[in-house]
């Protein structure tokens, strides 16, 4: 089996070997064109549900990021509003689609959700420190995960192409065959 470029594994996502000559990728595999095909029509099913999760944890990430910057964007307003003897009139969801006002005033510390259903208090530095940190490590997993797709992705196409070549060579092979077993009419 020929490749093209060393083949490594990506977090978990095994490479795909690129199969420049399929009668050796099969012989050194010791498999059959049926065979063959099935074990790559295999891995890009298992290409396909790696992709699906990983697809799912960068819709969390992006859902994620704009909640962490709307928490730092109220936190850095309330900061903005010590010492001014100003009260805050803020809006806040009470449940999926229920709202109710609210004055704040002067406020010291705010509540974060750590998940879990576990909810910690935090001087408004503190929550700051916190969810930029938070935000960071999103943005970074966010980077990672894009990464890893385009990775997957391209794994994907090596396997389609190379069930191609298969495909192709076995209907060659056996179009080379039908014509030696056919004698040729002159």
């Given amino acids: 089996m020929s ?18 000559d399929v009668q050796i990728y099969l012989s050194q595999l010791n498999l059959d064109v049926n065979s063959a095909l099935a074990i790559l029509q295999e891995r890009l099913q298992q290409y396909r549900v790696v992709e699906m999760k990983l697809l799912a944890q960068q819709r969390d990430l992006q859902a994620k990021i704009p909640d962490i910057e709307k928490c730092l964007d109220v936190v850095a307003t309330l900061q903005s509003k010590k010492g001014t003897g100003e009260d805050l009139i803020a809006d806040f969801e009470v449940s999926e689609g229920i709202y109710s006002r609210a004055r704040i005033e002067e406020a010291e510390s705010v509540c974060l959700w750590l998940g879990a259903n ?7 530095e503190e929550a700051t420190v916190l969810l930029q940190k938070n935000l960071e490590n999103a943005k970074a997993s966010l980077e990672v995960l894009v990464a890893d797709l385009q990775f997957l992705r391209d794994q994907v196409t090596i396997t389609q192409v190379t069930i191609a070549r298969v495909y192709n060579w076995d209907v060659h092979q056996r179009r080379l065959q039908q014509a030696a077993a056919t004698p040729s009419e002159s």
Avoid: H, W
């Fill in 3 to 20: 490749t093209s470029g060393g083949l490594t594994d990506r977090r978990g996502i095994p490479a795909a070997a690129f199969v420049e």
């Fill in 118 to 124: 576990v909810m910690l208090d935090y001087s408004c």
